[in-house]
């Protein structure tokens, strides 16, 4: 019977990166530049997308916006990446946006993005959260462990450096970052694709 | 029947907080010790071992976690094992103690609010709730009503999610995905209704922000759905014997460990905030057996029940003024795994001390108790049966620790 309810929902998996529908849109952003922000996101009267929080307090026109990501330092792969989860402090929002990226609306399976449960068999370390006493030794030996050419995609604006008073590049070297607090499943996707060296759009 | 919610570290003393889950009454106490309760320690963060090898065992302790592929969180277990069965275990509190609630303090209510919701995304509409009830002095129904829905549309999202973790466990792939999807349409609804996939900046102090009310609609087609989930679900008998039995909690562990929420109502013991609080009028659901599969019914049922709520209200934007309670004052709300608790001090109208405690710093170790006896591949039914997670057992007990 499950084999008929799947036919009959049909094919519900995300046409992403083809193009991206209004439903998978990410939380609002600021579309402006704030006078201020009590979070610390503005500095000398610029915004840094990192570190903001979504939280609409500013007072300024806010809009869906998918680019907010920064990734210096792409990796030179064309087919598939193997990626480790590292959670060293969330509020476990990130941590369910990343796990939907297995479900079946965004399924990175078919981009050939795979989940490994080791960090030895990983190209790109994914880390969300800010970093803990308990987690900085385990953050360090996950990233020794990694096999060379490695990078650190960075998630959230906690692990960014905003509300806590640690970042995550403050003990690891970091190639990427995507905003968003938590950041939704197509911006993870779209810092993911960038990672590999493959362009999102 | 008194129950102890909470302990919290307050000006060098303890601050024991009884709760009476029949009549709602709340009873604050200050000691110099902890309350003699067996679940005391473990509310303050107690890291003494609760296990010891006996002498002559063969049994070898075992740490799983922090950055175990299975938990996919931060946090840990200590177990005791013969290589099988768990002869004793334990949660390891303090992986992800952030800090975060220090910067909750000393700045404007709305702020503090911000700063609340990222304390645990998934319960953060419960955790305002808490809080916005703690301090709000004479509210406005109309907002509570709405509040109310949103509440229960976050039970929707991580009900959903424990069945699919429990589905998963047990290898049934097509309905773990089903219901992986239907997480995510409660998502894509929570985003269009409050501009957030988890209502971060929903409950605002004497407002409610919805966007676009008429995407509650959507839940229409989401209820019809899970009806028709639920009915196959229950056929699968391989998956229903995988969690007949499983982590068994008797009504005496539950009066023990002063557990909350789904685990004591699948233990037949009715502690449910909803039954007291003033926006509801709610009996609670309870199943008798204490095992996994008891848990998951009762989420079952109470997934039914959230959609009678939501459509009970008249979803929209509402805004209120309502002025802020001096002093020090208890909000309680019901999330999906169990009640969370804040203890607020306000004073000029700021928050100058806090306490937050989530089920999930109870339930571990009735987790723990349930648990025990039973064999390794038990496991993740046991654990995903309570639908907790370490950011919200992590949480800051007030002062120094």
């Known amino acids: 019977m499950w084999i008929i309810k799947g036919l009959r929902k049909g094919v519900i998996t995300s046409d992403y990166p083809k193009k991206v529908s209004d439903e998978e849109l990410p939380p609002s952003f600021p579309l402006e530049t704030p006078k201020e922000c009590p979070f610390g996101a503005v500095k000398d009267g610029k915004l840094d997308p990192k570190k903001c929080l979504n939280c609409r307090l500013c007072n300024v026109p806010f809009g869906r916006k998918l680019d907010v990501d920064d990734v210096r330092n792409p990796l030179d792969f064309k087919r598939s990446l193997h990626v480790f989860f590292l959670d060293v402090g969330t509020c476990h929002a990130c941590n369910r946006e990343v796990a939907q990226l297995q479900g079946p609306y965004y399924d990175v399976h078919r981009l050939g993005i795979f989940f490994t449960p080791t960090p030895k068999h990983a190209d790109v370390l994914l880390v969300a959260g800010c970093p803990t006493d308990g987690m900085v030794p385990v953050l360090k030996e996950a990233y020794e462990l990694m096999p060379e050419p490695k990078r650190v995609l960075v998630l959230g604006a906690c692990a960014n450096g905003s509300l806590c008073r640690r970042k995550v590049e403050d003990f690891v070297p970091v190639d990427g970052y995507v905003s968003g607090c938590p950041p939704s499943p197509v911006q993870i996707i779209r810092g993911l694709l960038k990672m590999a060296g493959r362009d999102a759009e | ?401």
């Not at chain 2, 009996?283 to 989420?299: F, H, S």
Request: with cysteine; glycine share 8%.
């Open chain 2, 1 to 401: 029947m008194k129950v102890l919610s909470a302990v919290f570290r307050k000006n060098g003393k303890f601050l024991s907080v009884w709760l009476d889950y029949e009549t709602g009454r709340a009873e604050l106490e200050y000691t110099d010790k902890l309350p003699d309760r067996k679940i005391a320690p473990a509310l303050i963060s107690d890291t003494s071992p609760y296990i010891t090898i006996p002498p002559g065992s063969n049994a070898v302790p075992l740490t799983f976690g922090p950055a175990a592929g299975g938990l996919g969180q931060a946090g840990a277990f200590e177990i005791l094992t013969y290589g099988e069965r768990i002869v004793s275990i334990r949660p390891v509190y303090g992986y992800k103690r952030r800090g975060i609630e220090e910067r909750l303090l000393n700045r404007p209510i709305e702020e503090s609010v911000v700063v609340l919701e990222r304390a645990t995304g998934n319960f953060s509409l419960a955790y305002t709730y808490a809080l916005l009830k703690a301090i709000e002095e004479n509210p406005d129904e109309e907002v509570w009503e709405v509040r109310k829905a949103l509440l229960e549309i976050e039970r929707l999202y991580n009900h959903f999610n424990a069945i699919h973790k429990l589905a998963g466990a047990a290898s049934q792939k097509v309905a773990t995905m089903h219901f992986h999807a239907l997480e995510e349409d409660v998502l894509r609804l929570l985003s269009r209704l409050t501009g957030h996939r988890y209502g971060f900046s929903a409950n605002r102090p004497g407002e409610v922000r919805i966007l676009e009310p008429k995407a509650v609609e959507r839940l229409g087609k989401i209820r019809e759905e899970f009806r028709s989930l639920r009915e196959e679900l229950l056929e699968s008998k391989i998956f229903i014997d995988r969690l007949h039995n499983t982590c068994r909690l008797s009504r005496e562990d539950i009066i023990e460990l002063d557990a909350v929420g789904i685990a004591a109502r699948g233990s037949g013991i009715a502690r449910d905030v909803r039954s007291f609080d003033r926006y509801y009028s709610y009996k609670p659901v309870t199943c008798e057996e204490g095992d996994a599969l008891a848990r998951m019914m009762v989420r079952l049922e109470e997934i039914e029940r959230s959609f009678e709520i939501i459509d009970s209200v008249d979803v929209k934007a509402v805004r209120s003024d309502p002025s802020v309670k001096e002093g020090l004052n208890l909000g309680v709300a019901e999330a999906a795994h169990g009640d969370v608790l804040t203890l607020v001090e306000v004073k000029d109208g700021r928050i100058s001390w806090i306490g937050l405690r989530g089920a999930s710093r109870v339930n571990y170790i009735a987790f723990s108790r349930g648990i025990t006896g039973n064999i390794f591949t038990d496991f993740p039914f046991g654990l995903e049966s309570f639908g907790l997670n370490f950011a919200d057992a992590d949480l800051w007990q007030g002062g120094v620790e």
